[in-house]
C-alpha cells in the first residue's frame, strides 16, 4: 500500500495537514507512511513544478511541524 497526497475527503472525522498550495494530506497512522506521503507530495507538487531544494525543505519542514501540532499530546 503507497500512501498518497489526498485531495476530495469529506468524513470529518479524518484529519489533514494542509500545504501551502492547497493540497490536504491526509494523517496516516504510521510515521513512515506519513513520512513517505510528505516526501510524494514534495515531489510531485513541487519539485516537479519548479521547487529547488531549499524550498522543497522548507515546504517539507512547515508540513511535518502541523503534523506535530495535531499529534495527541
Same mark, same amino acid.
Given at each position: 500500500? %503507497?500512501?498518497?497526497?489526498?485531495?476530495?475527503?469529506?468524513?470529518?472525522?479524518?484529519?489533514?495537514?494542509?500545504?501551502?498550495?492547497?493540497?490536504?494530506?491526509?494523517?496516516?497512522?504510521?510515521?513512515?507512511?506519513?513520512?513517505?506521503?510528505?516526501?510524494?507530495?514534495? #515531489?510531485? %507538487?513541487?519539485?516537479?513544478?519548479?521547487?529547488? %531544494?531549499?524550498?522543497?525543505?522548507?515546504?517539507?519542514?512547515?508540513?511535518?511541524?502541523? #503534523?506535530?501540532?495535531?499529534?495527541? %499530546?
Amino acid at each position: 500500500m %503507497q500512501p498518497i497526497a489526498h485531495r476530495n475527503y469529506s468524513d470529518s472525522s479524518l484529519q489533514f495537514i494542509i500545504c501551502e498550495c492547497g493540497e490536504r494530506i491526509l494523517i496516516l497512522p504510521n510515521t513512515k507512511m506519513m513520512g513517505t506521503a510528505i516526501e510524494r507530495h514534495i #515531489l510531485e %507538487q513541487h519539485k516537479n513544478k519548479g521547487a529547488n %531544494q531549499v524550498e522543497a525543505d522548507r515546504i517539507e519542514n512547515a508540513l511535518i511541524a502541523q #503534523l506535530f501540532k495535531k499529534s495527541p %499530546q
